[in-house]
C-alpha cells in the first residue's frame, strides 16, 4: 500500500540477527515486509555461535528443556509452540541436514553456521522480502491519529503497520548488538531491565593455568561459596583460557558468581578420595623407581598438563622417584585434586558474554504473539526480551521460538 510517495510496509524488522532472519524467512510473500540492519551483512552473531558451527538448539526432552532459562515460566509460553523437533524438522524440511551431538547439541551437519545463514536467506529472498543494510534504526513513533509506525534510520523515514523489534542483547557488541536500541525502546515508554553480561568466563586471582589454555576436562564438579556458605553447587565441562577459567560449568553458573566468591572445584568427582590415596600409595610401593608424575598420570585420568600444574600447585618435583615423595605430599596432591580453591577476581564483561541477561521486560510482553502489551502494533522477540539460556543451544532456539510464536500471531490479525 502506498499513501501519496510513501510505502507503506506490513512489517519492519528491526535487526537481521537470528530471530529478525528467522521472522523473515517464515513471513510469507503475501506481506510487504522490510528487514533494517545497521551491519554491512545479516547474521553477523549468528555465524560466530558454536565457533561457527552453529549449536542450533538441544535434543533435551521440552519439559527439562525449559528449566535452561532464567524464566522458565515464559520459556514454556514461548516453546510449547515452537520447541526444539518443530524447529529440527523446519531446518531438514528445507533440506538442511543436522546431527546431534553426544552430549545433547543439534548442529548442522556441515558444521558451518553459514549453511543456516544460507537456507534462511534463501527463504528470504524467495518472498521476495527487503533487505536493506547500513541502516542503523534511530528512531521509532506511533502516529495514532493514522495508526502507523514511522521508522527513521540514518537514511531516510520508513512507514509500517507494525514494528518487530529484533535488536538483540549486549554481548560481543562489535557483532551489532551493542544495546543502544534500548535507548529508543525508552523513548517510547517499553519498561526494560537493564543488560548484564550473562554465560561469561571468570577470572580468578593468582590463575595457575596459563599453559593449559584450550585443555577441557569434562564433568568436573563446582561448589561456589560466600561467605562460607555454598551458594551454587553444580557439576560440568570446564575450559581453561589463557587467561581465565570458562566452558560450561563456568559458563552456566556465571550469572551467581561474584567478585571474592570463592570456587571449589572437584576434578576427579568420580574418585574417592580415601581410596585413591590407598591406590596410590599401592602404586608406589609397587614402583618406587618411577617419576612420580608418571604414577600420578597413570592413576588420575586428567590430562598430562594438569596434572603437571597441580604437581607445581603442591610443590612436588615432578621428576623425583615415587618412593621420595611422603604419604603426606601425596595427600596434599590428592587434596588439589578433589578440592582446588581459587577466588574470584571479576568476570568478564559484555566482549566476552556470550549473551546478555536484561533487556524488556517480560511483564511487557504478551507472550501469546510477543505483543507490547500498550501498543499491540509493536512486537518483540529474541534476545532483546529478558530472558537468557544456559549454554547449549538453548539461546538460539528461544530466538528462533519467538520468532515464529510472533509471525504466527501475524496470522490472527
Ligand atoms: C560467540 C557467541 C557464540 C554463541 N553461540 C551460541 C550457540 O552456539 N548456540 C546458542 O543457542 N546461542 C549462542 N549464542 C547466543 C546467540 O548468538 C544469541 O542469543 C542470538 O544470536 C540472539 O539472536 P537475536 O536475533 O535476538 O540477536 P542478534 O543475533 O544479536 O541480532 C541482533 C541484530 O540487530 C541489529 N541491530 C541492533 N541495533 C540495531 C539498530 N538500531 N538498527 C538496525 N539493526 C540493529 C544488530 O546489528 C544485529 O545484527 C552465542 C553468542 C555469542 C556471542
Redesign the pocket.
Known sequence: MNIGDCMIYDVII?????????AAANLLSDRKVLI????DR?????L????G??????IESIKTFTKRYNNPGVARKVLFSFNNRMLMDYFEGLGLKLIVREDG?V?PQSLK?KDILDVLMREICSSKHQLNCN????DIKWQESIGLFSVV?GQRKYTSKKVMV????Q??PK????G??LD?LAKIGVKMNSFKPA?TSVKVVQYRFKNLSGVAIPSVRLSIERDSKAVVKTKGDLLFTHDSLSGPVILNSSRHIRVDDKMIFDFIPQFDENRLLEEMMHQISSNPRKEIKTIFEDSIILPKRLVESLLDITAIDRRKKASEVSKKNIQRFIGNCKHYEVTVMYKQGFEN????AGGVSSEEIDFDNMTWLRNRNMIF?????DI??E?????????FS??KKAVLGLLFD
Open positions: 528491526i535487526g537481521a540477527g537470528a530471530a529478525g532472519i528467522f533494517l540492519e545497521k551491519n545479516p547474521g553477523i552473531k549468528l560466530m555461535t558454536g565457533s558451527q552453529c549449536n542450533i538448539t538441544n547439541k548442529f553456521s541502516e542503523s534504526v534511530t534510520t529484533a535488536t538483540g542483547g554481548s560481543y557483532s551489532g548488538s551493542d543502544s536500541f529508543i554465560l558474554a556470550m549473551v546478555s522477540i529474541g534476545e532483546v526480551i537468557d539460556g549454554t547449549g543451544g538453548y539461546n538460539l532456539q528461544f530466538a519467538s520468532a
